[in-house]
């Protein structure tokens, strides 16, 4: 391993080129390995993303934001940010471990991230670690810049009227199909006026379905003030 080509890949020059090949490291390859690293680096990781949301979504409340933030501090995004930028590829492994694959797993690509976001907030400081951090989820912090509302839509609406003092109504305008097997045709009503419609195979699928329909509404008029 070269630990140039993998600065690159950080965009970091370390100063204790120890931190970094400890940060790679598996327990299977040694003691000194990125364990304790990927510890204090769960926390780096996870504030610099909650400062960006923060920052971006200046007018959502907690759940909105605390919702996003584990969207996208989570394995499988960590993990897609390894793969991406090449940084999976120098994870350090035993031997059986290399022949079995366990560099392929989402959980070990997704520590390695962490390990390397505090091995720099220890060599540089919190913004550097933050600059990495940025750099590395930098998709899917686009991701939830695009849509904020992914899951739950009901829960992320009502937040959103509540902050502002508004009401939110459901109101059920259609039922199709045979008894045993309904479509249900749901609008959302915010302070009256309806903001979105949707369909489902339940109420609560359909009210869900109109509430992102709203979300969408509401998300596009704040784009454009």
Do not use: W
């Not at 504030?47 to 394995?75: C, Q």
């Not at 590829?89 to 797993?105: F, M, N, P, S, Y």
Request: net charge neutral.
């Amino acid at each position: 391993m070269s630990n140039e080509q993998v600065e690159k890949i950080v965009g970091y020059t370390f100063r204790d080129s120890a931190l970094l090949e400890r940060a790679l490291t598996h327990p299977s390859a040694g003691a000194d390995n990125y364990q304790k690293l990927e510890f204090l680096g769960d926390s780096v990781v996870g504030y610099a993303v909650a400062r960006k949301l923060y920052e971006v979504f200046p007018d959502e409340g907690e759940g909105v934001l605390t919702r996003l933030r584990a969207r996208i501090v989570s394995e499988k995004p960590l993990a897609a940010a390894a793969d991406r930028t090449g940084l999976a590829a120098h994870i350090r492994l035993g031997d059986a471990e290399t022949k079995a694959g366990v560099g392929d797993h989402s959980s070990v690509k997704s520590d390695i991230v962490e390990a390397v976001a505090a091995a720099v907030c220890l060599d540089g400081g919190i913004a550097e670690a933050e600059a990495f951090v940025l750099r590395f989820l930098g998709d899917e912090i686009a991701k939830a810049e695009r849509n904020p509302y992914a899951r739950d839509p009901k829960t992320a609406l009502n937040e959103y009227a509540q902050k502002r003092g508004l009401s939110v109504e459901y109101k059920e305008l259609t039922r199709t199909g045979a008894p045993h097997a309904p479509v249900y045709g749901y609008a959302v009503l915010i302070d009256g006026v309806i903001r979105g419609e949707g369909d489902g195979n339940s109420k609560r699928a359909a009210q869900q379905a109109a509430a992102k329909s709203a979300l969408a509404v509401l998300s596009a008029g704040r784009g454009r003030r």
